[in-house]
């Protein structure tokens, strides 16, 4: 029903379960669950046996190391917007949830990787499970380019 009302549809999965998402829009795996759902540990070939296997387009988050989209043929690393790591609980739900609403609200699939990065970046400077407020994000995207 999704793909017939163009609905997105992003997920931020366990490994094990991958297969039940094939089609999705967005998947959302941090390196170490891409690794186990490719079976390479190299984030280019993980990124494309992704893609292949599960037909959707792919966001591999690496923490500090920023995350990289695969969308068709292209692949483009986004550097981490972090400036001081507090916590990483959560950063993985922020960059999904960010993602989802940003393609709901009419972003392309690398607009809504820069908005979630900045969101990402957000969340870790914050202490324990945290969220990031509308305004918190509209100053981190205009401040922090």
């Given amino acids: 029903m999704a793909k017939k009302y163009k609905k997105p549809i992003v997920a931020d999965i366990k490994p094990k379960h ?5 089609n999705v829009t967005l998947l959302t795996p941090n390196q170490q669950e891409a690794s186990q759902i490719a079976g390479t540990g190299n984030i280019r070939k993980a990124g494309k046996a992704i893609q292949q296997k599960l037909s959707c387009h792919v966001l591999i988050t690496q923490g500090a190391q920023g995350m990289t989209l695969f969308v068709g043929d292209r692949i483009k690393h986004f550097p981490a917007k972090t400036r001081e790591i507090f916590d990483v609980t959560g950063a993985g739900d922020t960059v999904a949830a960010v993602a989802v609403l940003s393609l709901a609200a009419g972003a392309t699939l690398e607009e809504a990787t820069v ?7 957000i969340v870790v400077g914050k202490i324990g499970t945290a969220t990031v407020s509308a305004k918190e994000l509209k100053d981190d995207l205009i401040h922090n380019k």
């Avoid at 991958?18 to 094939?22: E, I, R």
């Avoid at 908005?115 to 970046?121: D, L, R, W, Y």
């Fill in 18 to 22: 991958s297969a039940y998402f094939k």
């Fill in 115 to 121: 908005i979630a990065n900045h969101a990402a970046g």
